[in-house]
């Protein structure tokens, strides 16, 4: 079985075009991490403003991956970073190698006390725009001599190297490596332009398609750091108990993990921690989505950047700031930005062959013109050069990454943490689903209801220690229950052994015990029909069964009962209205199975299953109804969950294994979030089409009047970048989500 982070990726290497329509091979990987004879460790952050998509990414990747020393390198397309760990002669080639590709780069440490480079950036927009204007004006108004004509040139080539050197920068590096990207081609046709005689025109053009695209980066950037703006939520101090008993303000960074830290009514909590002392109702809205407060008290965790909102509580610290709950969902969020959904998979090979297909159309246009349309050399090479500024594919290759983004922010603002755009764009296919039970249907809080002591040479007092010594030190919830409702003292156990999917083991007072399920007392031959008619009571009424037992005779039956939760059966319903069939997969016995599915309102339940069991019926559903969930606890269930399309893991919260293990992390235990997560993927898929039809419409209608009708370089800037930011606000909807369920 292929690893869960390797189960839907292609062995066909990737393609993608950028903002600015290149398209090329993403498939290399991050270099590994293997050490340089020699050399010591030295991992440094760059920012590379420019870089806003992976295909850029790859141009810089392809160029660093021949510079030796170079140990790994890690980008983040959200931030537009890079960092590099090598030789520092190394880095020294691969800054070299970066700004060779036309890219700007510099140290992220330097960043404070520089100007910010985007105020830069529109002021020279700015200053070209007006100068663009000044040579419109002196074209359109200015006699048609020598001077005016030279001072109109000189004004156009003055707003053309204000906002067009960088475009000319990597217009140049992209067809020095053989590729027709946006910049290779807004620079051609800008100089073919302003060689014709078109001057303003071309000055006029390169000004509004800075600005164009200043605001396209604004808006898409508004996708990516929208989750990231959580961080802002999570106070930069902490209130740390010292060693003398006071209390003191300390950078939130600077406190270690087991300080005893306090938060105040109505203030913000700054770190993970686990409560010790006091009780309250805590908001938790920015981690897992909850609009109701949830009461915390003694033993309860609590999570940086949610709101304490009655009183005052004290609790360890139990992660450092940069490796809380909600930094791992912002950092997941933007790791997933970086995945390839299926339909940005279409748009990216299509893009490649779009563009060199429209400059070849350009071409023919250029020289053929005159003889098929009678049209004057002038004519057809500037019809020519109107046809490559059309043919950037900006507005549709940006379609799809937009709003996978901006579906991403959504989910994670409603507690669901979704691994990446494949994910979000497959669940819309999903037409079964498995649900564990224990925690996931039911309440996952389980009391013992009855007990049942059958030994007739033992004491029950010395049963019922055996049993809560046993129980007390299984992590089981069954087990937590049994212990909590016997509430007595623990012994110490020897040869303590775990049971995957069946119970526990151990030695006490010279025997050795077991703890388990129906299953475990049949695999040891200990079953009998008095026993099973003990069972069949407890089973019959929905409860969870559980028996102690030496190596020759049962000596108890403890009887466990959960709840369903509310939430469960609104989700259940939801389920079928989009048309997923529900199964119940659980390791629990097949009576207490079928009468929680019946409670629940689920189509099918199966009990008695062990991993193996699960795994091998997600392959049957998958091969009886087509795409398949399976939702879990991320940990026991990893099997199933890795072979299923999608795997979903709840309650997540503060544990690390769930959050690594599934695809979808459901970060409270609301099986609502299910169905919400599967009508956004058919929004996100529904709004990707929308921004592909325009962006394909729009271009259409201009390819065509460039060549029959009289589209002009305005004209055409005008439709490019006016698709792009169509498409980009299109695609930002799917950030205002709120995904509200379907009514009958």
């Known amino acids: ?15 993608c075009a950028c903002s600015g329509g290149c398209a090329t091979d993403t498939s290399i990987q991050d270099a590994p991490r293997v050490a340089v004879p020699g050399s010591p460790g030295n991992s440094n952050v760059f920012r590379i403003p420019a870089m806003d998509c992976p295909s850029e990414e790859n141009d810089i990747r392809k160029v660093l991956a021949g510079i030796e020393g170079i140990r790994s390198l890690r980008f983040e397309l959200a931030s537009r970073t890079l960092t590099i760990d090598g030789e520092q002669s190394a880095q020294e080639s691969a800054l070299q190698a970066v700004r060779q590709l036309g890219f700007e780069v510099r140290p992220i ?34 006699p048609d001599t020598l001077p005016f004509k030279g001072l109109g040139m000189a004004l156009a080539a003055a707003a053309i190297a204000f906002s067009g050197f960088s475009t000319y920068r990597k217009g140049l590096a992209a067809l020095r490596r053989g590729q027709l990207n946006m910049n290779a081609l807004m620079g051609v046709a800008v100089t073919g332009a302003f060689l014709i005689g078109q001057w303003p025109e071309a000055a006029m053009v390169m000004a509004l398609y800075a600005i164009a695209e200043l605001i396209e980066a604004r808006s898409v950037d508004r996708a990516r750091n929208a989750i990231k703006g959580l961080l802002a939520l999570t106070p930069e101090t902490a209130e740390i108990r010292q060693s003398d008993g006071t209390w003191l303000e300390t950078p939130a960074d600077k406190v270690a993990i087991g300080a005893l830290a306090r938060v105040k009514p109505g203030a913000r909590i700054p770190l993970d921690g686990r409560v010790v002392s006091g009780s309250s109702a805590v908001n938790q809205a920015p981690v897992t989505g909850e609009s109701i407060p949830v009461d915390k008290m003694t033993g309860d965790p609590v999570f940086a950047g949610t709101i304490n909102e009655t009183g005052t509580l004290e609790f360890e610290v139990t992660a450092a700031a940069n490796n809380t709950t909600l930094a791992r969902i912002i950092h997941a969020v933007e790791a997933a930005q970086g995945t390839r ?12 062959i779009y563009t060199p297909a429209v400059f070849a159309i350009a071409v023919i246009v ?9 049209w004057t050399w002038t004519q057809a090479l500037y019809k020519a050069l109107v046809l490559l500024v059309i043919a950037c594919p900006c507005a549709l290759v940006i379609a799809t990454p937009v709003t996978v983004v901006s579906g991403l922010g959504a989910a994670a603002r409603r507690g669901i943490l979704i691994k990446g755009g494949v994910y979000l764009e497959e669940a819309r296919k999903l037409r079964a689903i498995a649900l564990d039970k224990t925690g996931t249907i039911t309440e996952g809080k389980p009391r013992l209801v009855a007990t049942e002591v059958l030994s007739p040479s033992d004491s029950e007092a010395k049963v019922l220690s055996w049993a809560a010594s046993l129980a007390g030190h ?17 012994n110490v156990l020897t040869d303590f052994t775990a049971l995957p999917g069946r119970g526990i083991e151990a030695r006490l007072d010279g025997h050795t015990l077991i703890l388990g399920n129906h299953r475990l007392i049949e695999d040891r031959g200990l079953c009998s029909p008095e026993i099973e008619a003990h069972l069949s009571v407890h089973e019959n009424q929905g409860r969870t069964a559980t028996l102690l037992a030496t190596e020759d005779r049962v000596l108890a039956i403890f009887a466990v009962a959960d709840t369903i939760k509310e939430s469960s059966r609104e989700a259940i319903t939801d389920l079928h209205r989009l048309g997923v069939t529900s199964v119940m997969l659980t390791g629990d016995n097949a009576a207490t199975a079928v009468s929680i599915a019946r409670q629940a309102g689920i189509d099918d339940a199966r009990g008695n299953l062990l991993p193996e ?9 998958q091969g009886r109804f087509g795409p398949t969930a399976m939702t879990g606890d991320g940990i026991n269930d990893a099997p199933a969950l890795a072979r299923a399309d999608i795997g979903v893991a709840m309650g997540a919260a503060g544990t690390d294994t769930a959050m690594e293990a599934a695809d979808v992390v459901i970060m409270n235990d609301d099986l609502r979030r299910i169905p919400e997560t599967i009508r956004l ?23 065509g009047l460039a060549v029959f009708g009289s589209a002009t370089m305005w004209m055409a800037v005008f439709a490019d970048m006016g698709a792009s930011l169509l498409v980009v606000a299109n695609g930002l909807r799917t950030l205002r989500t709120t995904v509200p369920p379907t009514r009958d």
């Open 1 to 15: 079985m292929p690893p869960l982070a390797e189960k839907h990726r292609s062995n066909e290497p990737e393609r």
């Open 613 to 621: 069991d699960k795994l091998t019926a997600i392959e049957e559903l």
């Open 474 to 490: 299984s992590d089981h919830p069954v087990s937590k229950a049994i212990a909590k409702g016997l509430n007595l003292p623990e």
């Open 366 to 374: 250029a020289v053929g013109g005159p003889w098929l349309f009678d």
């Open 109 to 142: 440490e330097h960043e404070k006390t520089e100007t910010p480079s985007g105020l830069s950036e529109i002021s020279k927009a700015l200053i070209a725009l007006a100068l663009a204007i000044g040579a419109e004006a002196l074209d359109f108004f200015a």
């Open 681 to 703: 993927s058919r929004q996100t898929h529904a709004v990707l089409w929308q921004n592909i039809a325009l962006a394909l419409g729009i271009k259409a209608v201009f390819l």
């Open 341 to 352: 959904a299926p339909t940005q998979r279409f748009v990216d090979r299509f893009a490649a």
